[in-house]
T-cell receptor, first 114, second 116 residues
Framework: AQTVTQSQPEMSVQEAETVTLSCTYDTSESDYYLFWYKQPPSRQMILVIR??????QNATENRFSVNFQKAAKSFSLKISDSQLGDAAMYFC???????????FGKGTKLTVNP | ETGVTQTPRHLVMGMTNKKSLKCEQHLGHNAMYWYKQSAKKPLELMFVYSLEERVENNSVPSRFSPECPNSSHLFLHLHTLQPEDSALYLC??????FGTGPEKLFFGSGTQLSVL
């Protein structure tokens, strides 16, 4: 079974600094997608960034970027210039190509200190 | 309204009660989902509806019964629940291209359910 592991239950960062959240996954599939979702206290999950496994180039979205290491099955999220509004739970997720099902990790709680 | 709206926001029910959770999406999407978020566990997919037909039932107990009357509305009917069913129930929607899976899920704010 496919699994997604987030080894850091909690992380903290100073405002304006950079933080990296870790994610590893286990799959034998070659066609898949990886995601980072953010869940603020409002509880509404929001997509932060998405990566297709067949793309070697790391995805970026403004201050958010990923380090996708396919051979190592690693998909870390880097948040640059952290802002107070970045404080949230962050979930890494995996989906097989063509499948409806997202497999989520347990999440990392990010605290941003002023 | 925009996005995905879930009601009620909070729900407390006894084990013998029957209640329903409602989800409405205003995004014109063609697929809707129920996810369960329990404390200290990963989010779990419960049901998927694509074009109003159920395409995935992720081994969910029969005390949870979904209903999708149209592409904008999704319900989760609850009866004779157990205390371990207490969780945050999240609804999501997506616009799917057939056979490729959802590119992006749009979530509601969830219903926090407590079963006494």
């Amino acid at each position: 079974a496919q699994t997604v592991t987030q080894s850091q239950p909690e992380m903290s960062v100073q405002e304006a600094e950079t933080v990296t959240l870790s994610c590893t996954y286990d799959t034998s599939e070659s066609d898949y997608y990886l995601f980072w979702y953010k869940q603020p206290p409002s509880r509404q999950m929001i997509l932060v960034i998405r990566q297709e496994a067949y793309k070697q180039q790391n995805a970026t979205e403004n201050r958010f970027s990923v380090n996708f290491q396919k051979a190592a099955k690693s998909f870390s999220l880097k948040i640059s210039d952290s802002q107070l509004g970045d404080a949230a739970m962050y979930f890494c997720a995996w989906r097989q190509g063509g499948s409806e099902k997202l497999v989520f990790g347990k999440g990392t709680k990010l605290t941003v200190n002023p | 309204e925009t996005g995905v709206t879930q009601t009620p926001r909070h729900l407390v029910m006894g084990m013998t009660n029957k209640k329903s959770l409602k989800c409405e999406q205003h995004l014109g999407h063609n697929a809707m989902y129920w996810y369960k978020q329990s404390a200290k566990k990963p989010l779990e997919l419960m049901f998927v509806y694509s074009l109003e037909e159920r395409v995935e039932n992720n081994s969910v107990p029969s005390r949870f019964s979904p209903e999708c009357p149209n592409s904008s509305h999704l319900f989760l009917h609850l009866h004779t629940l157990q205390p371990e069913d207490s969780a945050l129930y999240l609804c999501a929607s997506s616009q799917q291209t057939f056979g490729t899976g959802p590119e992006k899920l749009f979530f509601g704010s969830g219903t926090q359910l407590s079963v006494l």
